[in-house]
């Protein structure tokens, strides 16, 4: 298993632009979200997804929008970006029940300028 | 809601010498509880897990941690630090019928030789 991946790994943007950071797992897992971790914040929660065609908003939801047409890719989709989104932005996902952690991919650094 | 909070944003410590985090949290449900490790420019690697039952845990490379109910505490220990053990960890909380992890903002562990 590749487990969760992530691509780009790194991106650089001018404000105003539109990109869609990608993630995928190949571990069939129903539950799929998505960070950002900025500097003294810790991680906080974007998007999140129970299962495919479902979504929900996190602690930080706007400027970005999701969807999930498959279990296995959750893309992240950033319209008009801002300096503010300037970050890092991981991907992760956990098996369906409630003693499963979460398992992580290698992250997306993005730049805003 | 959860809310995770870290004691501590830096902690040096020499090289073999034990080393005590600190994680408090608050919820109104029972919870389940994680510490997370992030290894520079890497992604997010499951230390431990608190589920049920004994509140004393072990995880890998010599971390344990201690689920304290009535202290709502998750304290992680490790008697003895290697170089290799600086990084950045993370604790984190989701309640037991909920997926949606809470971060605390992390504790930053510099071991010196």
């Known amino acids: 298993n590749a487990g969760v991946t992530q691509t780009p790994k790194f991106q650089v943007l001018k404000t105003g632009q539109s990109m869609t950071l990608q993630c995928a797992q190949d571990?069939?897992?129903?539950?799929m979200s998505w960070y950002r971790q900025d500097p003294g914040m810790g991680l906080r929660l974007i998007h999140y997804?129970?299962?495919?065609?479902?979504?929900d908003q996190g602690e930080v939801p706007n400027g970005y929008n999701v969807s999930r047409s498959t279990t296995e890719d959750f893309p992240l989709r950033l319209l008009s970006a801002a300096p503010s989104q300037t970050s890092v932005y991981f991907c992760?996902?956990?098996?369906?029940?409630?003693?499963?952690?979460?398992?992580f991919g290698p992250g997306t650094r993005l730049t805003v300028l | 809601a959860q809310s995770v909070t870290q004691l501590d944003s830096q902690v040096p410590v020499f090289e073999e010498a034990p080393v005590e985090l600190r994680c408090n949290y608050s919820?109104?449900?029972?919870?389940?509880l994680f510490w997370y490790v992030q290894y520079p420019n890497q992604g997010l690697q499951l230390l431990l897990k608190?589920?049920?039952?004994?509140?004393l845990v072990k995880g890998i490379n010599g971390f344990e941690a201690e689920f304290n109910k009535s202290q709502t505490s998750f304290h992680l220990r490790k008697p003895s630090v290697h170089i290799s053990d600086t990084a950045e960890y993370f604790c984190?909380?989701?309640?037991?019928?909920?997926?949606?992890?809470?971060f605390g903002a992390g504790t930053t562990v510099t071991v010196r030789a």
């Open positions: 571990m069939n897992h129903e539950y």
């Open positions: 608190y589920l049920s039952g004994s509140t």
């Open positions: 997804s129970v299962g495919a065609g479902i979504t």
């Open positions: 984190a909380v989701r309640g037991s019928n909920d997926y949606k992890l809470s």
């Open positions: 992760a996902s956990t098996p369906g029940g409630t003693y499963n952690e979460q398992f």
């Open positions: 919820s109104s449900v029972s919870v389940y």
